[in-house]
């Protein structure tokens, strides 16, 4: 079976607004093995809706609208779709006292167009919607020819999710025939996006029933794979197979298979050693710590960090040595291992990460250009260093900067 | 005159991707006073793509296309748009000749494949593409009734701008009847979303031929004001008027009126006042830092930053007392004040930021629940301090924090 989505709204017409209903809803419609075939996005506009309306009808199995059930005059969903299908809108009154209700519980007297909101087209089932005024419908029956399922649902993301996660997952499932859907993603850093490529190509070409999706960030490459098969165990199986024929091409690369971010990978590995970290960084500024930080419960293994952005601060938080900035510079090797060794040491931590480059965009000479970045990692045994020159803007360099500083720590942990 | 954009790619159809290409071509439009009307998103599939070119053409003045204009099998654009019109195409022997050229220059040599991307619709004017090997077409003439403009774009976005930007803002202009469209963005902080509507509302409503867009984030609202007329001063003069009685309404909590961000902002007051700030963060854990040097330049005004997650940390790097933190606890104004003051003195800036608090989902109490969090700003003069209970996930209080704490630092130095 295939679908398709519509979401309603002027403001999605407009350069900053974007859909993203749609994503989620792909997401749940994948999963049941239902293909999502077209996406449209049409204003608060009576004749293009109903247009739309139409053809999404005749050419999907499934049609899901998200938006356009509030209770202004700009809300004509319901109308819409109820015109496309041919079928009446008629007002409940069960809903119109629920919303008088809602409104008096507030202090507050219901003004007329919220009745609006109970307009049901005739034969739909309503879905209640926790979170706001706005019902979503479900109605099934044939249309145009063909078995339909047509699902109105709210535009706010979480009044969306809240109408369709109980509502509509079991009730399409009953309708979908059965299959089985496996997923896997690969995490992989280190390696660049044709390169990973290249070498991953040869191996899921093998799987042509395996859909491969690869998304490249700065530092870090994405694998997704999909399969889908009539049984839960078939389709897991196959995913299962090509998983661990990458894993065995790309190594240590693929830091994660099973959808954790770096920072939570290097968070694992440092509880599990029972070991701490601490940061001193310059051209990243905070980013580093920030994406050690945004883990929760991060406080049991991340002591401090400093953001040491003048050279009396790299002496003052990491006690680099002036000396040392004014022999090879701030932006070296020799003091991004002092920042790493520095910080350790004031911290009291298992491990220390010294961060040092040029972000850009103004700042680089013809010796230390933009995009040059030393980062370090000190223990008790001792500091590496990694030089790396990075492409991009000042935050895709910080990026990559923050993800290579991230992977030397999961190396080293691994 | 308004338009339709079609995306064409099956892995717009997947959770992972999005078309982001409409929203830049929307913004382009919008400037030539041309309505988007419909946004179409469809798969490598030829019957679906001949489907929605020919709807399109039906229905809108322009008609742009962006993505399968590539080398395989899957890129039936081209093909798609020629049947939908009813026209020809032809294979461009100069364009092949120039492919493989490209190739040769690279020591490739061209896979048969590749010709395809010479195939040009008969009365095409071919647009070059200087980033890539896929050419842009652009198509003008009386089908479907009515005088329609038909533009073929590559997907990749780089590409896309690299096309469109040259070789179609300027044809467009000459077709399209002139107008003139000023637009205008206020930022605002410090006042919730339904409140700041409430205060505006009564304004902008008194104009009802500017459009209105408001958009919320944590801690930071944007209004969007855009409006048209047959000559730039009559549009500007118009936007201008809304944004002097908008801005005279919100007074202050309006931090800028030209898409500065509030970290370019404290940047600005910063180097005009000539003064330096330093930073000593708990839960924003990097976060404040991170936005504060995201600004290119800010080395000049800001000196460090101390991420001090644990209590050791607070003491070492911000000089708070240890005995101040058994007796208040770590989340109080206490410690906010003793780390912005103690951080301050350590770096010697003019300013000293401190935030500490609950970012959660863990670690909240009755009494300091997830989302308690005190802000505090040290100078010359005294230390303040802003306690505040943000809603939302761990995310979305660090960024209210970060947000709060940049607002107190351009408040003071307003």
């Known amino acids: 079976?295939?679908?398709?989505?519509?979401?309603?709204?002027?403001?999605?017409?407009?350069?900053?607004?974007?859909?993203?209903?749609?994503?989620?809803?792909?997401?749940?419609?994948?999963?049941?093995?239902?293909?999502?075939?077209?996406?449209?996005?049409?204003?608060?506009?009576?004749?293009?809706?109903?247009?739309?309306?139409?053809?999404?009808?005749?050419?999907?199995?499934?049609?899901?609208?998200?938006?356009?059930?509030?209770?202004?005059?700009d809300d004509l969903t319901r109308e819409c779709v109820a015109q496309a299908l041919g079928l009446e809108l008629r007002r409940d009154p069960k809903i119109v006292s629920a919303l008088e209700e809602r409104f008096a519980a507030r202090g507050w007297k219901m003004s007329p167009n919220n009745a609006k909101q109970a307009d049901v087209i005739a034969g739909a089932t309503i879905l209640p919607n926790p979170s706001g005024t706005a019902s979503g419908q479900w109605i099934a029956g044939k249309y145009d020819g063909g078995e339909k399922i047509i699902i109105l649902l709210p535009g706010p993301p979480h009044e969306m999710r809240a109408v369709f996660d109980p509502d509509c997952m079991e009730r399409l499932r009953a309708k979908v025939p059965p299959t089985f859907i496996a997923t896997r993603v690969l995490k992989i850093t280190g390696i660049g996006e044709s390169h990973c490529d290249a070498r991953v190509a040869p191996i899921y070409q093998k799987y042509p029933e395996i859909q491969t999706t690869i998304l490249a960030g700065a530092g870090e490459i994405q694998l997704h794979l999909k399969t889908q098969a009539t049984n839960l165990e078939d389709a897991q199986r196959r995913a299962d197979q090509l998983v661990?024929?990458?894993?065995?091409?790309?190594?240590?690369?693929?830091?994660?298979?099973?959808?954790?971010?770096?920072?939570?990978?290097?968070?694992?590995?440092?509880?599990?050693?029972?070991?701490?970290?601490?940061?001193?960084?310059?051209?990243?500024?905070?980013l580093l710590a920030e994406r050690i930080t945004s883990v929760s419960g991060s406080s049991r293994y991340f002591l401090g960090g400093a953001v040491v952005y003048s050279n009396a601060m790299k002496t003052a938080f990491a006690d680099v040595p002036a000396v040392l900035i004014a022999e090879h510079g701030a932006v070296s090797g020799a003091v991004a291992c002092a920042l790493a060794d520095g910080i350790r040491k004031r911290c009291g931590s298992t491990f220390g990460v010294g961060v040092t480059g040029v972000a850009g965009p103004t700042g680089g000479t013809a010796e230390k250009p933009v995009g040059l970045v030393f980062h370090a990692l000190a223990s008790e045994s001792g500091v590496d260093v990694v030089e790396r020159n990075f492409p991009g803007d000042r935050n895709r360099i910080r990026q990559f900067a923050s993800q290579q500083a991230l992977d030397m720590l999961r190396t080293k942990l691994m």
């Open 1 to 73: 079976m295939n679908a398709e989505i519509i979401a309603i709204g002027s403001e999605l017409l407009t350069p900053f607004r974007q859909d993203t209903n749609s994503l989620y809803l792909t997401e749940k419609l994948n999963d049941l093995g239902v293909d999502v075939i077209f996406k449209t996005i049409v204003g608060d506009n009576r004749e293009r809706l109903t247009e739309a309306a139409t053809q999404a009808i005749s050419r999907a199995d499934i049609v899901i609208f998200s938006g356009g059930l509030g209770p202004t005059e």
């Open 244 to 286: 661990e024929q990458i894993e065995a091409e790309l190594g240590d690369l693929v830091f994660s298979d099973n959808g954790d971010s770096l920072e939570q990978i290097v968070g694992y590995y440092l509880q599990m050693r029972g070991a701490t970290v601490a940061v001193a960084e310059s051209c990243t500024g905070g």
